[in-house]
């Protein structure tokens, strides 16, 4: 129902752009976002944004990473100033509450996951 696409190999410095599209069966989502997921590490959140623009970030990503979204559910990750340390699948989630929430119990939908490398 989630479906996320852009993960890649790029160099530390470089950049990608992470999109995920809702299907149609999914109605009256309200906040959709980032999780990522390092080797050996728990899953934790990147970003999210509601349906009227509100975003959250990781400390951890502020100032590099930006969160977008269109009018038909798709949601955007672009990443700038890529770090080894952001190397993880990156997760997509959705969920028809509007908090903007940490808590992945909040979330009711989950992509698939794209895997980011960021090696030299």
């Known amino acids: 129902q989630l479906q996320a696409s852009g993960g890649g190999l790029v160099q530390p410095g470089g950049s990608l752009r992470l999109s995920c599209a809702a299907s149609?069966?999914?109605?009256?989502?309200?906040?959709m976002g980032w999780y990522r997921q390092a080797p050996g590490k728990q899953r934790e959140l990147v970003a999210v944004i509601s349906s009227g623009g509100s975003t959250k970030y990781a400390d951890s990503v502020k100032g590099r990473f930006t969160i977008s979204r269109d009018n038909k559910n798709t949601v955007y990750l672009q990443v700038n100033s890529l770090k080894p340390e952001d190397t993880a699948v990156y997760y997509c989630?959705?969920?028809?509450?509007?908090?903007?929430?940490?808590?992945?119990?909040?979330?009711?939908?989950w992509g698939q996951g794209t895997l980011v490398t960021v090696s030299s």
């Open positions: 989630a959705a969920r028809l509450g509007t908090r903007l929430s940490d808590a992945e119990s909040d979330y009711a939908y």
């Open positions: 149609g069966s999914i109605f009256s989502i309200n906040v």
